[in-house]
């Protein structure tokens, strides 16, 4: 008996041997995705300037790729237990292409309705996230899932690279080249994934019907409880990486230019990047509700510190990087808690399901964010009241769920 199950372990550590390779592979495919989905905010000023527009139709304009983004994600994680990574991975990048096209058509026509129905398509960039998940889970076993996650994870790293690369390209060779350059980029990645990624041995595809398989997923109770959480975690971080260039001209125009902005959110980004795969991390050693209440903790006691709106400086960037890191935390702690929770033929469809709660969670708040600006005192103190509310609230219902501590 032993000699069996020793045998079968063997066995199955050779086929999924090169496990880190792929995941990595996936990570990267997911960059170039998230800097797509996210290449209109870091040039939001250009546009307002030139096609003169307000505080709400650029909250608008912000919050469209980031919500067709988020619904697509429930289709593409369905779509993922079906098709598997390798294809879904390639038909997401590729389809996202004309959107990046279309975006650059909008800016060079200053036209603000096509800028609006490209960014509508755009979204479908952002539906990667929902594929990489049951991807990446795929490769480990469900002691290590949270680890394996959190580095597919860091994938939204995009943002940053989209932040600090993309204004930076549009000054040196121009705004058209730049964003037939990221084209050219997704497509080269959507070849490179085509050809040299591949699906776990473990994965097998799931021949359930699709509108079934989301209802499936929907009945389940961990998938309403990780939506709520993952919507305040991501759509959090979603929500600063879209607004923060808006939000950090606004307040501080005479200390920050929209290349300082761009930094600023490009780290940001990157303190959320890193902290994702230590919540993974730390979600498998002490589960993820100890990780998930560290987090929702972080977040609220800093969001409050930002609602102050302190002088800009040392104090402001390190509120805004703890906070993105507390974020990041909770986001690993998220997904190593959806794994060992859900059946394995409805992990894709949960993902889904959780992933776009976790996009529609920044789809709203920079709506809100424009909605709630007081221009007589510059300040957006009532929408980060809000966010501290929320986040309180998350608090209180993470503590009262169940935790879950993956086995081996």
């Not at 975690?233 to 260039?245: E, H």
């Not at 709106?309 to 703890?322: K, M, R």
């Amino acid at each position: 008996m032993t000699t069996t199950s020793t045998s079968a372990a063997e066995t199955g550590s050779t086929q999924l041997r090169g496990q880190l390779g792929q995941v990595l592979l996936a990570t990267f495919a997911s960059t170039i995705g998230f800097w797509a989905w996210m290449v209109i905010a870091p040039l939001q000023k250009t546009y307002a300037t030139e096609m003169g527009l307000d505080e709400g139709q650029i909250s608008l304009m912000l919050a469209t790729p980031v919500l067709v983004g988020a619904l697509g994600r429930i289709l593409t994680g369905a779509m993922t237990d079906r098709f598997g990574g390798r294809r879904m991975f390639t038909a997401v990048l590729l389809a996202s292409v004309p959107a990046v096209l279309l975006v650059a058509l909008a800016g060079e026509l200053k036209s603000f309705p096509l800028l609006l129905a490209s960014g509508f398509y755009l979204g479908v960039a952002g539906t990667i996230f929902a594929v990489g998940v049951p991807f990446a889970s795929a490769w480990y076993p469900p002691a290590r899932r949270g680890f394996a996650t959190g580095v597919f994870g860091m994938g939204m790293i995009g943002t940053a690279v989209s932040a600090f690369f993309t204004p930076r390209l549009a000054e040196s060779i121009g705004y058209l080249p730049t964003h037939l350059l990221i084209a050219a980029i997704m497509a080269g990645t959507a070849v490179i994934v085509w050809f040299f990624l591949r699906d776990s041995p473990a994965w097998e595809p799931s021949r359930q019907p699709l509108v079934p398989k989301v209802v499936g997923a929907l009945k389940l109770r961990i998938t309403w409880e990780m939506a709520f959480l993952y919507g305040i975690v991501f759509g959090g971080f979603v929500a600063f990486s879209t607004y923060l260039p808006k939000y950090l001209t606004t307040i501080y125009p005479d200390d920050v230019d929209p290349v300082g902005a761009g930094t600023r959110t490009a780290l940001f980004a990157a303190a959320a990047v890193v902290a994702r795969p230590i919540g993974g991390v730390l979600s498998d050693k002490v589960g993820p509700k100890v990780i998930s209440l560290i987090s929702l903790a972080g977040i609220v006691s800093l969001a409050y510190i930002v609602g102050q709106q302190p002088p800009e400086g040392i104090v402001t960037g390190v509120t805004f990087i703890l906070m993105a890191a507390a974020m990041g935390l909770g986001m690993g702690a998220v997904f190593a808690w959806v794994g060992p929770s859900t059946p394995k033929d409805k992990v894709g469809a949960v993902t889904g399901v959780v992933a776009a709660a976790g996009g529609l969670g920044g789809y709203f708040p920079p709506l809100v964010m424009g909605a709630t600006y007081n221009p007589e005192t510059n300040s957006y103190a009532l929408g980060l009241w809000l966010l501290v509310l929320v986040g309180a609230v998350a608090l209180v219902v993470a503590g009262m769920l169940r935790d879950a501590r993956p086995s081996s």
